[in-house]
T-cell receptor
Framework: SQQGEEDPQALSIQEGENATMNCSYK?????LQWYRQNSGRGLVHLIL?????REKHSGRLRVTLDTSKKSSSLLITASRAADTASYFC?????????????FGGGTRVLVKP | GAVVSQHPSRVICKSGTSVKIECRSL??????MFWYRQFPKQSLMLMAT?????????EQGVEKDKFLINHASLTLSTLTVTSAHPEDSSFYIC??????????FGSGTRLTVV
């Protein structure tokens, strides 16, 4: 079963605006990762944040992690039409055998030019 | 960076036939490979985890006799959908991880059973 819950499920914004999506999870984690998936394609790794980190940046991406609330957020600043994709959080649970990732439901982002 | 090649990208097969999907790590040794299934507009559901040289571990509800997984080498894992039915139509994605590589995903396989 999927551990992560993401909201919103879908997001539509204008180019240049910021996009924020949230992810909540249930168990203790080693790290949390964000991925992007273009329609009908594989997943592209965006950023990994470890359980002892609170915030991380990569280009126009900003990720926060609050382990006390078991939640994370992904912010895409100054969005572009090319950012249109589905975004998934994935957790690496502490007690999971085999280091398997558990994915959230995803947020479908549409950036209108 | 780490690269995983998944083949084929699309396949159409007749009901009752079997289909094999390959997942190769091109520039690292994948000690563990994961197979996911994704229905339209939904998230990835883990089907099974395989470690090189050992039997795959299947998630609850996944039929191991229907979805045969082989991980015979550190660079190749295969998923065979046996006696495929239309309800097996889906997007299948592999992921590989190794000692010096995080999780790297293949580009996925769109399976359509007619």
């Amino acid at each position: 079963s999927q551990q992560g819950e993401e909201d919103p499920q879908a997001l539509s914004i204008q180019e240049g605006e910021n996009a924020t999506m949230n992810c909540s999870y249930k168990t203790s984690i080693n790290n949390l990762q964000w991925y992007r998936q273009n329609s009908g394609r594989g997943l592209v790794h965006l950023i990994l944040i470890r359980s002892n980190e609170r915030e991380k940046h990569s280009g126009r991406l900003r990720v926060t992690l609050d382990t006390s609330k078991k939640s994370s957020s992904l912010l895409i600043t100054a969005s572009r039409a090319a950012d249109t994709a589905s975004y998934f959080c994935a957790t690496d649970p502490v007690k999971a055998a085999g280091n398997k990732l558990t994915f959230g439901g995803g947020t479908r982002v549409l950036v209108k030019p | 960076g780490a690269v995983v090649s998944q083949h084929p990208s699309r396949v159409i097969c007749k009901s009752g036939t079997s289909v094999k999907i390959e997942c190769r790590s091109l520039d690292f040794q994948a000690t563990t490979m994961f197979w996911y299934r994704q229905f339209p507009k939904q998230s990835l559901m883990l089907m099974a985890t395989s470690n090189e040289g050992s039997k795959a571990t299947y998630e609850q509800g996944v039929e191991k006799d229907k979805f045969l997984i082989n991980h015979a080498s550190l660079t190749l894992s295969t998923l065979t959908v046996t006696s495929a039915h239309p309800e097996d139509s889906s997007f299948y994605i592999c992921s590989a991880s190794g000692r010096d590589a995080g999780y790297t995903f293949g580009s996925g396989t769109r399976l359509t059973v007619v």
